[in-house]
């Protein structure tokens, strides 16, 4: 059964979304940003993925902390990333049998 109520709520949230990035984009287009927040804009999605990675780490065991660490040296190796996500999984795959996490 098709609920009108959550259907509208659903709607309103992406229309609301959608307006919050285009107003981002728009106001950007108009008003240039001072060098600082610039230089964050453009470099806020390392951070802030290494804090999701951190984040997910830190409630892991050894054997995610070592399949990271092989996904940090085979990215740094090769700079494939579809090799690095492979090994990761491959390792963790291999590693939790033996110690866990």
């Given amino acids: 059964m098709l609920r009108t109520d959550v259907l509208l709520a659903i709607l309103v949230m992406a229309v609301v979304t959608f307006l919050c990035r285009v107003g981002g984009y728009a106001i950007l287009r108009v008003v240039r940003p001072p060098p ?28 995610s902390w070592l399949a990271a660490l092989a996904v940090v040296a085979t990215q740094w190796k090769t700079g494939n990333l579809g090799l690095s996500i492979i090994v990761g999984v491959a390792a963790v795959a291999l590693l939790r049998p033996f110690i866990g996490g």
Avoid: E, K, T
């Fill in 36 to 63: 600082f927040l610039d230089a964050m804009l453009r470099n806020i999605p390392g951070p802030l993925f290494a804090a999701y990675v951190a984040l997910a780490l830190s409630r892991l065991g050894p054997a």
